[in-house]
Structure formats: structure tokens, C-alpha cells
């Protein structure tokens, strides 16, 4: 996880990863605009959480994270951010 900027964003924001069908790995970025414990997992088509990419405290700011999907099979995958009382979902495709 890394902060990318130091301005502090104005509203929560989870973006569509890139690239997006990717194979193996992707680019997922977020935006906090308060410090709070920091929840971002992918979960399969069935809703089975498959890789916690991020969980603690963070504060506010822009993120990136790479994931690395080289031990899932192609497929659709959902991956949420949880902050606070927000809570995005975005839809992801590997494609091998």
C-alpha cells in the first residue's frame, strides 16, 4: 500500500482498477478523506473472500495497491473498501 500525494481528498472514492481484464497483476486505487481503520478485500464470484489486501488504520490521503492474482483461476472478482461506516465494491476480471 502505498500514499500517492499529499493532498487530502474531499470525498471517498474507490476507482475501477487498471488494467481491468489484467492478468496477473493490477492497480487498485483509493481515496480516504479520514483517518480509520481500513478494510480492502478481493472475494470470488461466490462471495468468498480470496486475499485481504489491506487491513489497519490508515490516514487520510490517496493509496495504491498492487494485487498479484497469479494463484486464482480466470474469472470475476469483486474487491470492497471499508472505512468507517463507508463501503464501496468495484468488479474486477482476471483473465489468463
Request: hydrophobic residues 35%; glycine residues 10%.
Given at each position: 500500500?502505498?500514499?500517492i500525494?499529499?493532498?487530502?481528498p474531499g470525498s ?11 492478468n496477473?497483476?493490477?492497480q487498485?486505487?483509493f481515496?480516504?478523506p479520514?483517518?480509520?481503520?481500513t478494510k480492502?478485500a478481493v472475494?470470488d ?11 489497519g488504520?490508515?490516514p ?14 480466470s ?10 461506516k463507508?463501503?464501496?465494491t468495484?468488479?474486477m476480471?482476471l483473465?489468463?
Amino acid at each position: 500500500v502505498n500514499n500517492i500525494g499529499t493532498e487530502i481528498p474531499g470525498s471517498f472514492s474507490l476507482y475501477q482498477n487498471y488494467p481491468n481484464p489484467f492478468n496477473p497483476a493490477t492497480q487498485i486505487i483509493f481515496d480516504l478523506p479520514e483517518s480509520g481503520l481500513t478494510k480492502l478485500a478481493v472475494y470470488d464470484i461466490l462471495g468468498r473472500e480470496v486475499n485481504v489486501l489491506l487491513n489497519g488504520f490508515k490516514p487520510s490521503g490517496k493509496y495504491t495497491v498492487s494485487f498479484d492474482a497469479s494463484g486464482l483461476s480466470s474469472g470475476i472478482y469483486f474487491y470492497t473498501l471499508q472505512s468507517g461506516k463507508v463501503k464501496m465494491t468495484r468488479k474486477m476480471i482476471l483473465s489468463k
